[in-house]
């Protein structure tokens, strides 16, 4: 899947282009409205934490920082424990790395605003909002073209990879 940006210039057009995206089939789970925190979006679908923050991606880094950290260190702990062990302990230490790694860096990325939406604060602070689509890479101009055509004010803004690209 993919994420493709809109940035749309009011509340009035942003409804129509969400109701015209639900109507070709567009679910509200794949839809995230960010505005204002005293725009009133009515049965919008407003963009969630895991929109507004870096926790996904802070978490994915954090995971593989940790168990890389973690299978230093129990490579480290084969090699002076001056006895044989089994590779369980090696394990056991990678996965608790892993893990201390993303609870650590999950909670730090969510303080730290979503680096995507964070080229779009100035506009969304003058009463602009942005529209997030997530779609099948299949849909992508379907999708652009359908609200483009409606919606010259509309400014495509661009493209992000969600998943990885043969995913979905």
Same mark, same amino acid.
């Given at each position: 899947?993919?994420?493709?940006?809109?940035?749309?210039?009011?509340?009035?057009?942003?409804?129509?282009?969400?109701?015209?995206?639900?109507?070709?089939?567009?679910?509200?789970?794949?839809?995230?409205?960010?505005?204002?925190?005293?725009?009133?979006?009515?049965?919008?679908?407003?963009?969630?934490?895991?929109?507004?923050?870096?926790?996904?991606?802070? #978490?994915?880094? &954090? %995971?593989?920082? /940790?168990?890389?950290?973690?299978? $230093?260190? +129990? *490579?480290?702990?084969?090699?002076?424990?001056?006895?044989?062990?089994?590779?369980?302990?090696?394990?056991?230490? #990678?996965?608790? &790395? %892993?893990?201390? /790694?993303?609870?650590?860096?999950? $909670?730090? +990325? *969510?303080?730290?605003?979503?680096?995507?939406?964070?080229?779009?604060?100035?506009?969304?602070?003058?009463?602009? #909002?942005?529209?997030?689509?997530?779609?099948?890479?299949?849909?992508?101009?379907?999708?652009?073209?359908?609200?483009?055509?409606?919606?010259?004010?509309?400014?495509?803004?661009?493209?992000?990879?969600?998943?990885?690209?043969?995913?979905?």
């Amino acid at each position: 899947m993919r994420r493709i940006y809109f940035l749309v210039p009011n509340l009035d057009t942003t409804h129509q282009i969400v109701n015209e995206l639900r109507a070709i089939g567009i679910e509200d789970r794949h839809l995230h409205i960010l505005a204002k925190s005293d725009t009133p979006l009515g049965d919008m679908p407003e963009a969630s934490i895991f929109e507004k923050t870096d926790f996904i991606p802070a #978490l994915e880094r &954090g %995971a593989a920082l /940790g168990g890389a950290t973690g299978l $230093l260190a +129990g *490579l480290a702990a084969l090699r002076f424990a001056g006895f044989a062990i089994a590779g369980g302990p090696v394990l056991g230490i #990678l996965f608790y &790395g %892993a893990t201390i /790694g993303a609870l650590m860096s999950g $909670l730090i +990325g *969510l303080d730290v605003g979503n680096t995507r939406v964070r080229n779009y604060v100035q506009a969304i602070e003058q009463g602009e #909002l942005l529209v997030m689509v997530d779609i099948a890479k299949e849909r992508i101009e379907e999708i652009h073209q359908a609200v483009i055509r409606h919606h010259p004010n509309a400014e495509f803004e661009g493209i992000e990879p969600l998943l990885p690209p043969n995913y979905y």
